[in-house]
Every structure is written in structure tokens, then in C-alpha cells.
């Protein structure tokens, strides 16, 4: 059975060559503006509200084009980016501790596992210290310290202290200023809200993206809306696994139908694992609960020595304890990158010494902290995070250490974008978590809100003039050919759902494709278990489209409707990740491939045959995927075997 075909290989053609320091502010300045009479001509549509399409619609607003703001959520500001807990990563160099542009720049590439591009994580380094800047002027209330500084503290993977925080709410506080923003340009009439709805397709018409297909999730209603350029902010798909730390809300079908319209997507099995989540209770759970990174900076990570270890936490002994993390990583120790901290918890409980129910779990240990610092300086650091965990669990970390599992976090994957953030279809343009471009095979703690807020406020809103300058816009409308074709696919689909009428729920079906997801495309994959999962999701699909029970009807508010649609999507979406994981034969990052690890069962990376970035192109789904490659090439950072030794 033939999984994919290799085509051409695809070229960043907008990347801009010269010294790495001056590339974005020359690509910058050699753009072309489109003047501010000229604006209010243009219409965008943003798609999304989190950071980075809440920033976008914002500062597109504020330049003065036309926006129309589309999100499911029944107000901008619940946008998952609000659950964001750890900070925010910027090269300011307040601590004076050795920190810098270069430095962030490197950190994020060696962090990435030498798999994202020298230029895109250049520009996220420089932008970063006006991310601080615009976030202090519009208010968000970073922590600061006594004499009146802004507050750092560390994250994984860097040995400096760049990440700026709100107590254990950074992505609240930073969507709270963006929505303000939004709300702003609302109230000044150069941006339209529409809340609850979700788009259903793209429209694409003589090549260019010029609007989409949406549902009014409260009264069903299938309308069209069109504009001269389309900005999909609509976040990751992790919750193809089903249980993960994301809102159950979010879903991979605006990049999805994105991809089945023409858009490349890029380096899909690059999901994720965050390594301080509280470990499933039971099978009832419908998602996971993120602890804070942050937590590593005074937590200690550690298991018994012994296997199968009864014994409370507290009645273990020093002597009798392995803080594994500082043993085996002492350079960096607790604050080692995700994909190792996760790696490592797995490894351990595999051993038989993990903790808690069915040994899934590690301690993070505050004990250290708490005799050094007191507890009410703990508490000033990470009481709402205690409290938060102290409700799920009923246990005082106060008093006993967290228990804390690796889980799906985040997708490094999506769609794949050039140096301007603009797909391979002209026009449409993906921002944040939607696109793949900055954080390679894993992504640094405290940086998705950095590249959220980057691309919205900075990157996005200089790129998008050069492509609205140079190109001409015919007036397209509900009749045009291209967007009937797209509504009535999106009716089609619709009404196949419906008339199912079988027997399972959408959320069983959901729930298993997790569960295959997490056994052979998670932590751990490899060849047999990939081409497994290949034929399981093939064959749940099937059956999902003969069995699936879709109550109500599509006249109304219909969560179920809602469900079996994202939950189609992920189906199609799980086969390519597991095409994707099984042609990489590497490991690397997140992507932790069986045959291929180093005799102290680390990662080992191929850079003489994986060093691109796998961009997929859809083919109608009865002919196999084809690949195309974008070779990443490195003048700046040397390729290395990572180490945090």
C-alpha cells in the first residue's frame, strides 16, 4: 500500500538573504505600503481571537483596513490563549545575567532540535523586546519587583531568566490586553465582531483566498463572507488525542479545510508533550489539566529509587529518592526542555517507579522551596497554580509534593507559511499556532505567547501590505461559482452527518481515535506501532461515518453537529500525522521515534536525510498524500547533538 508520493520540493521565496540582523528590517522596508487612504478600500478576515488573531485584528484595525473578526466562542476573550498560565519569553536582559537576541535566537533553534528556520526565529528574538513593551503600555500587569522592575524568572531550555509573568496568568492578562485593543477598534467601527460562528471552508477563487463558509452556531445559519485577504489564527490540534490540556472547543478544521483547498500542511507528527500535567484520574475525564512550567523553577522532579514503592511521599527518605532530572541533566536540571522533562518521566515509570494510580506520575516537590524562601513567598509566586491544583486533586502541595504526567500540549505543526506568513494559496495568510513556522520539532516554554503576540502585533501587519499593494481584487459575491461550490459542500457535509442516524455518540468515536493516537503517535512511535495506527483510523473512520449519532438538526444550536464535524476532520488529520511520524524515520524533539535513539536512550536526530520541513499536499483523499520537502539550511547555528548535560 503506497502511504504518500514525493513531489517538488517547496522554496521559502520570500526569505531574504544578507546578515541575520538586518534580514526583517530590510524585508520590512523593501515591502510595499498600501497608503492609509487607500486602507480603507481593503477588507481582511481574521479568524480567531486568541493572541495572535485578537493582535491582528487589533493593530489591522487600528492601521485602518476593514476587518470582520470571526470565533466560535461566544466572546473574543475566552479564546484558549486565556488558559496560557507559565509568561512570556523576550530577550530584555533585565537581570543582566548574559541574556540576548542572539542568545533567544539560538536557545529557540537548539530548543527546536535544528528543525525551523534561521530567519523566522531570528525575527520572533528581535521582536520579542517590543512584544514587553506593548504589553506594559496597554496595561497587563506583569509582576515586578520591589523596587518597581519588571519580574523574570526561568523556563525550559535556557539558562538565563527571560520569561516575564502575571503570577500563574500570563495568557489571561496578555489576551485581556488584546481584547481591549480589539474592542477599541470595534467601538471605532474599523472592525466587525462575529462571535459564535465557526468557519466551514475557504473560498478560493482564480487561485486567491477571498473569504469563507461559516455556521451561526446559535441558529445554524450558512452564510458566505468575503474580503481581499484571509488570516486564519485558529490555533492548534492537539486534541486529536482527545485528552489533552487544550479547551475541548478547539479543533483543527479552519487550517483543515484550509489544507483541502489548496494550503500545504506542514510537519503534522510534531506535536508537544507538556511534562507538569495532572495525570488522568479515570476514564471519565474529557481533558487534561496544565500545571505551569514555572512550577520547575522551584519544584523538584523526583521518583522512589525503588520500584513499586508504596510508601507516602513524605516517609521516603532523601537518601531513597532520585531526582532523576538533576542526575542525569545537571547543567540544566529541572529545567530541562519539555520533550526531555517528558521523556524522562516516561522513562522512569516504565522502570516501574512512577507514583500515584497505575505508577503514572512524578513528584514536583516544593519542600526546598518552602524551607528556603517560606511559604508565603511561594504562595506569592504560585498561589492561584496551588490552589488550581489543590481543587482537582484535593491535596495541598503545601503539604505533599504535586504528582505531575507528561501530556498533549501543543502543535509545532500546521500549515505551512513563508517569511511573510502567507500559505500556498495567495491570500491566505496563518498566524500563531495555526502555522508551523518558528519552533521547529519542539517548542521552548513561555514562547507560544511569544510568537502569538509577535506575529499579531509586528510580523503580520507589515507583511499583509506588501500583498494587498501588489495585487488586484475583482468584486466576488455569494453567486460567484467558487463560493457556491464551497457552501454547498459544506451543506453536503452537513447533511451526510445528520442522516447517519447510528448509534454512537461523536465523543466515543472521539475518544478512541485518542486513545490510538496516544499509544502509537505519542511519546513513543515507531514502525510497526504507526502502520498499526494507519489501519485502526482507517477502519474508525469508516465506521464513523456508518454509525455516528447526530441528534437535533442543523436549524439550531447543535453541539453534537458541532462535534461530528471537527471530529471528521480529525480523523483525516490523524492518518497524515502517522504518515508523517512514519517517513521520518528520526527521532527528534517531540518526535521520539523507537529505532532511532543514542545508547543512553536519547533522542538521535538524522541531519544528513530529515534536515527539511515535510509540507503535505492534499489530493482529494483517495490518492496518497504527496510530500513536498523545503530544505532548512543553518549559517548561524551549528547543527550539534542536543545535550542539557
Known amino acids: 500500500m503506497t502511504l504518500f508520493v514525493e513531489g517538488d520540493p517547496v522554496a521559502d521565496t520570500k526569505a531574504p538573504s544578507g546578515p541575520i540582523e538586518t534580514r526583517w528590517d530590510r524585508h520590512r522596508f523593501e515591502g ?23 493582535a491582528a485584528a487589533a493593530t489591522l484595525g487600528e492601521a485602518g483596513y476593514h476587518v470582520k473578526s470571526y470565533c466560535y466562542q461566544d466572546s473574543p476573550r475566552r479564546a484558549h490563549s486565556i488558559a496560557a498560565q507559565g509568561g512570556i519569553n523576550a530577550a530584555k536582559n533585565y537581570r543582566n545575567d548574559g541574556d540576548s537576541v542572539q542568545r533567544l535566537f539560538y536557545d529557540t533553534v537548539k530548543g527546536g532540535d535544528f ?42 531550555g535556557a539558562q538565563v531568566s527571560r520569561t516575564f509573568y502575571a503570577r500563574g496568568q500570563t495568557g489571561q492578562q496578555l489576551l485581556l490586553g488584546a481584547y481591549q485593543a480589539l474592542e477599541r477598534q470595534v467601538s471605532a467601527g474599523t472592525v466587525e465582531m462575529h462571535s459564535r460562528h465557526e468557519m466551514l471552508d475557504l473560498i478560493v477563487v482564480d487561485g486567491k483566498a477571498r473569504g469563507i463558509v461559516v455556521r451561526d452556531l446559535v441558529t445554524g445559519e450558512i452564510t458566505t463572507d468575503f474580503a481581499d485577504a484571509v488570516v486564519l489564527a485558529s490555533g492548534g490540534y492537539g486534541n ?21 483547498k489548496g494550503a500545504l500542511f506542514a510537519n503534522p507528527c510534531f506535536t508537544q508533550i507538556h511534562p507538569t500535567c495532572i495525570p488522568q484520574a479515570g476514564e471519565h475525564q474529557s481533558k487534561l489539566t496544565l500545571m505551569s512550567e514555572s512550577l520547575r523553577n522551584d519544584g523538584r522532579v523526583w521518583v522512589p529509587k525503588q520500584k513499586g514503592d508504596p510508601r507516602p511521599a513524605a516517609e521516603i527518605p532523601e537518601d531513597e529518592r532520585d531526582y532523576y532530572l538533576e542526575r542525569i541533566y545537571p547543567a540544566f536540571g529541572n529545567l530541562v526542555p ?97 502555522n508551523f513556522s518558528d519552533h521547529g520539532a519542539n517548542r521552548l516554554g513561555a514562547s507560544a505567547l511569544m510568537q502569538g503576540l509577535a506575529d499579531g502585533y509586528f510580523v503580520l501587519p507589515n507583511t499583509i501590505n506588501n500583498y494587498l499593494a501588489t495585487e ?9 461559482p467558487a463560493a457556491v461550490e464551497a457552501r454547498a459542500a459544506v451543506d453536503d457535509q452537513i447533511t451526510r452527518l445528520l442522516a447517519v442516524d447510528g448509534d454512537r455518540t461523536v465523543d466515543s468515536f472521539h475518544r478512541e481515535l485518542g486513545r490510538i493516537m496516544w499509544e502509537y503517535c505519542g511519546m513513543e512511535r515507531s514502525d510497526e506501532g504507526l502502520r498499526k495506527a494507519i489501519e485502526l483510523i482507517g477502519g474508525l473512520r469508516e465506521e464513523f461515518w456508518r454509525r ?51 545508547p543512553e536512550g536519547e533522542a538521535l536526530r538524522d541531519d544528513e536525510n530529515f534536515t527539511y520541513v515535510a509540507a503535505w499536499e492534499w489530493t482529494g483523499g483517495d490518492e496518497p498524500p504527496v510530500l513536498h520537502k523545503e530544505d532548512l539550511n543553518f549559517e548561524y547555528v551549528h547543527l550539534s547533538q542536543r545535550s542539557y548535560k
Request: proline share 4%.
Open 32 to 54: 510595499k505600503l498600501v497608503n492609509p487612504a487607500n486602507r480603507r478600500k481593503r477588507t481582511i478576515i481574521v479568524v480567531g481571537t486568541g493572541l495572535a488573531g485578537g
Open 472 to 480: 488586484t481584487f475583482a468584486p466576488v459575491d455569494a453567486e460567484h
Open 338 to 434: 519539555r520533550d526531555i522533562a517528558s521523556r524522562a518521566a516516561k522513562n522512569v515509570c516504565d522502570e516501574g517507579r512512577g507514583v500515584g494510580p497505575g505508577g503514572l506520575g512524578v513528584y514536583l516537590d516544593f519542600a526546598d522551596a518552602i524551607s528556603r524562601l517560606g511559604q508565603a513567598a511561594v504562595e506569592a509566586k504560585y498561589g492561584n497554580l496551588f490552589e488550581m491544583y489543590e481543587r482537582i486533586t484535593g491535596e495541598d502541595p503545601n503539604e505533599v509534593p504535586m504528582r505531575i504526567y507528561p501530556a498533549v500540549h501543543y502543535t509545532m505543526g500546521g500549515l505551512w507559511v513563508d517569511y511573510d506568513l502567507q500559505s500556498t494559496v495567495p491570500g491566505l495568510f496563518v498566524i500563531g499556532e495555526a
Open 115 to 156: 528543525r525551523s528556520r534561521e530567519s523566522n526565529v531570528h525575527r520572533l528574538a528581535q521582536v520579542s523586546v517590543e512584544i514587553i513593551d506593548q504589553c506594559v503600555a496597554q496595561g497587563v500587569p506583569f509582576a515586578r519587583e520591589y523596587g518597581g522592575l519588571l519580574d523574570n524568572r526561568s523556563f525550559g
Open 548 to 598: 455516528v449519532k447526530v441528534p437535533g438538526s442543523a436549524d439550531s444550536l447543535n453541539q453534537a453537529l458541532e462535534k461530528a464535524g471537527r471530529v471528521a476532520d480529525f480523523f483525516e488529520l490523524a492518518e497524515l500525522m502517522c504518515v508523517d511520524a512514519l517517513h521520518r524515520t528520526e527521532s527528534c524533539g517531540g518526535h521520539f521515534r523507537a529505532e532511532s535513539q543514542t
Open 240 to 260: 486529536v488525542y482527545f485528552l489533552s490540556t487544550n479547551a475541548k472547543g478547539c479543533n483543527v478544521t479552519a487550517t483543515w479545510r484550509a489544507h483541502r
